[in-house]
């Protein structure tokens, strides 16, 4: 613990004056160290002395850049201690052109037949060397020509929309012709009764025997003439009419 009489060697560190007792953990928590006018707030954490060199000693002398530009050292592949990998593929295009379909069958001749890989050399990484270009070559997208302004003030652009619009109406009407004259007959009323069917007589309704020879007590028709012209026009219709009374719309097949 140290005391009010220990503070002046204290105070460097503290940058302020305190009152009370100071110790020694008040420099190495942050929660209790006074921040400093000016300055970062120190985290108390401990440093080496001024003369302490951070990082990695370098102990290889490779001559530095002089050298690597004088003479380059390339690398190669060591192949020593190093076992060819099976070629899978090799053995099963074997084992199918030996007769062999099935999974059983190819691993018995997988554990009976042996194919090695090429072990691999430099000149495998070896990329091909790209495409000559020609020296007159451009790239980048070309640009769209530019609209002539002589055209868009002379109205010449809608004059040629019309034309072609003109045009496609023309063709339109000519198709439109020529199919009209190879279309069908319209129907009339005579051909839409010779396609009708005669419909079933439906079986007259059930009457007591003693109303059977009893007339309509109410005659709508004017006179015996004209109730014999309407049943004619009717009973004659009744054949190509839908219904039980034959007052429907046309059958036509």
């Known amino acids: ?102 999974a059983k069958e190819l691993h018995q001749y997988r554990a009976t037949h042996d194919i090695r890989r090429q072990p691999l050399t430099r000149e495998g990484f070896r990329r091909s060397a790209p495409a000559r270009i020609p020296a007159d070559a451009s790239f980048g997208i070309s640009n769209r020509p530019s609209t002539p302004i002589s055209e868009l003030m002379e109205y010449k652009y809608a004059q040629r929309w019309l034309e072609e619009q003109q045009v496609k109406d023309k063709i339109l009407q000519a198709h439109q012709h020529k199919k009209a004259q190879l279309g069908r007959i319209q129907d009339t009323r005579t051909t839409l009764l010779r396609k009708s069917r005669p419909l079933p007589e439906a079986p007259s309704m059930w009457k007591m025997p003693r109303f059977q020879q009893v007339g309509p007590a109410l005659d709508t028709f004017r006179d015996p003439e004209a109730r014999k012209k309407a049943m004619s026009a009717h009973h004659s219709e009744t054949a190509s009419r839908r219904g039980i009374l034959g007052q429907g719309t046309y059958t036509v097949d």
């Open 1 to 102: 613990m140290t005391t009010l009489n220990n503070q002046t060697g204290i105070k460097g560190v503290m940058e302020s004056p305190r009152v009370g007792v100071v110790r020694e953990s008040m420099l190495h928590r942050p929660l209790l160290i006074k921040p400093a006018l000016g300055k970062t707030k120190s985290r108390g954490l401990s440093y080496p002395g001024p003369d302490f060199v951070f990082g990695t000693a370098t102990t290889v002398q490779d001559g530095g850049v002089p050298e690597a530009i004088s003479s380059w050292h390339t690398h190669t592949m060591s192949t020593r201690n190093r076992e060819a990998e099976r070629d899978f593929i090799a053995l099963n295009r074997e084992g199918v052109k030996s007769g062999l379909v099935t």
